[in-house]
């Protein structure tokens, strides 16, 4: 698998990288590298591993720069990686020329994760229609299978525009 970040946003995929394919190719492309994917993930240290229909992995190790004044991993890295892996599995629905925003998502912390632990966040699907999609995420240890996370999402799906 080949990581590719976009440094600069004419390096970003534009519409119509996005629009000329459907949410999963897109998808896939991003997690072999023929697309970059989105700097926020180097930053903070997850990334796409697996798309399939309805079904998104990111795998990550929140690390120092993660940690909040307590010492311990911040409350908006779980955020982060459990937003990306349920809206992403969000997109794996979508038709080419339909694209997505997320409308709320919510967070259950279960436990702190140590920091440089490797975690898998899993987004899978439970409703896909013409108008919305609702999502559920799982952050979990690699190693250990432990349940640090739990999450649920609501996206807006947004259909191509008419021609005029």
Not at 15 to 33: K, T, Y
Not at 67 to 78: L, Q
Request: aromatic share 6%; with cysteine.
């Amino acid at each position: 698998m080949t990581r590719r970040v976009a440094t600069t946003l004419d390096a970003l995929p534009d519409a119509q990288d996005i629009l000329s394919r459907s949410g999963l190719e897109f998808m896939r492309d991003v997690v072999a590298g023929r697309l970059a994917g989105p700097p926020i993930g180097a930053t903070l240290g997850f990334w796409p591993t697996l798309a399939e229909p309805g079904r998104v992995i990111f795998d990550g190790t929140p690390g120092f720069d993660a940690t909040n004044p307590a010492r311990g991993v911040h409350g908006g890295w779980y955020g982060a990686i459990l937003d990306s892996c349920m809206a992403c599995a969000v997109m794996t629905m979508l038709d080419k020329g339909q694209t997505y925003t997320t409308l709320e998502y919510k967070v259950n912390i279960t436990r702190a994760i140590p920091l440089d632990t490797p975690v898998r966040a899993t987004g899978t699907v439970q409703h896909s229609g013409r108008s919305t999609a609702v999502a559920r995420g799982e952050l979990r240890g690699t190693t250990d299978d432990r349940l640090y996370a739990t999450g649920s999402t609501t996206c807006l799906i947004l259909q191509p525009a008419a021609p005029c």
